[in-house]
């Protein structure tokens, strides 16, 4: 099982629609998480972090389930300017222990 | 504030010939990382430099490849008689503690080996 595991997509949505990405780890002593975005052959970039108790920043929801040990994006009202690959990050222990999933892309279409 | 700078932006070098990719991090930033990724393709972690300790050289593909980072600041990854397969957008990220904190990266470094 990998470290970290991602859909690679691609999520074909309507503009306005809901989406929900997951993304799941396999060591439990993972402590920190990240969402970042990438643009096509552009830089990752950090959408949000995600805390225990979840975190909301606009039309974006971040949640971390430690039980079933993943973490999910929930992205409301989708737009055009959505469409990304969108990669998690897992961080446990040093600095050094840091994984990026292979991403999931997700395409907004009028 | 400034973000992370890589430079050059494009760099088109002949197999066999050695480069050399900069990374000036964020200021304050102790972890400095190295990734690489193929065109399609998820990143691949290379190198990882926490403040003086030991660099983490786990991911470097082959003793061709190389890096330093002096003063605990700029950073410079060198590929040694490069080949074909070298062919990619090289990442430098760096982030203000090793732990909890998120990456940021810079624009990349996109090499063409021809």
């Known amino acids: 099982r990998k470290e970290v595991e991602q859909d690679p997509g691609p999520f074909n949505v309507p503009e306005g629609a809901t989406v929900a990405f997951n993304c799941t780890y396999s060591n439990s002593a993972s402590q920190s998480f990240f969402w970042y975005r990438q643009d096509c052959r552009k830089e990752p970039k950090l959408l949000m972090s995600v805390y225990s108790s979840g975190n909301e920043d606009g039309r974006f929801t971040a949640q971390l389930n430690r039980a079933s040990q993943y973490i999910s994006l929930l992205i409301r009202d989708s737009k055009l300017s959505d469409s990304a690959t969108y990669l998690c990050?897992?961080?446990?222990?040093?600095?050094?222990?840091?994984?990026f999933g292979t991403g999931t892309q997700l395409k907004v279409e009028l | 504030g400034a973000g992370v700078s890589q430079s050059p932006s494009n760099k088109v070098t002949e197999k066999g010939k050695d480069v050399e990719l900069r990374c000036d991090p964020i200021?304050?930033?102790?972890?400095l990382y190295w990734y690489r990724q193929s065109l399609g393709q998820g990143l691949e972690f290379l190198i990882y430099f926490q403040g003086n300790s030991a660099p983490d050289k786990s991911g470097l593909p082959s003793d061709r490849f190389s890096a330093e980072r002096t003063g605990g600041s700029v950073s410079t990854l060198t590929i040694q008689r490069t080949q074909q397969e070298d062919s990619a957008v090289y990442l430098c990220?760096?982030?203000?503690?090793?732990?909890?904190?998120?990456?940021?990266f810079g624009n990349g470094t996109r090499l063409t080996v021809t």
């Open positions: 200021s304050g930033h102790t972890a």
């Open positions: 990220a760096s982030s203000l503690q090793a732990n909890n904190s998120p990456l940021h």
């Open positions: 990050v897992v961080i446990t222990g040093g600095g050094n222990k840091l994984t």
